[in-house]
Nanobody, 113 residues
Framework: VQLQASGGGLVQAGGSLRLSCTAS????????LAWYRQAPGKQREFVAT???????NYAGSVQGRFTISRDNARNTMFLQMNSLKPEDTAVYYC????????WGQGTLVTVSS
């Protein structure tokens, strides 16, 4: 099983980025998906989730700015991040969970002020 995250980078405050995470080795459509992030010196925290039903849920700090989505035909999940803030700077990890939990390797997002 492999989850490959991409799309991170350096962006100015107020800008946008779109993260992608492509999975292999799992029946993608049967998994709930999520994004987490870990800022320097802090614990990993929940960002957003999209279960099989497609009903999304977000952390309060990103509600209204981030959008999680999934494309089961492409085995890929996305995180559209708008109105980025310096406090969004972190390594972002994708996650697939059902009976087992799988993590991607992380992609770094840096938001400059």
């Amino acid at each position: 099983v492999q989850l490959q995250a991409s799309g991170g980078g350096l962006v100015q405050a107020g800008g946008s980025l779109r993260l992608s995470c492509t999975a292999s080795g799992i029946i993608f459509s049967t998994y709930s998906l999520a994004w987490y992030r870990q800022a320097p010196g802090k614990q990993r925290e929940f960002v957003a989730t999209i279960p099989r039903s497609g009903v999304t849920n977000y952390a309060g700090s990103v509600q209204g700015r981030f959008t999680i989505s999934r494309d089961n035909a492409r085995n890929t999940m996305f995180l559209q991040m708008n109105s980025l803030k310096p406090e969004d700077t972190a390594v972002y990890y994708c996650n697939a969970y059902a009976r087992s939990v799988y993590w991607g390797q992380g992609t770094l997002v840096t938001v400059s002020s």
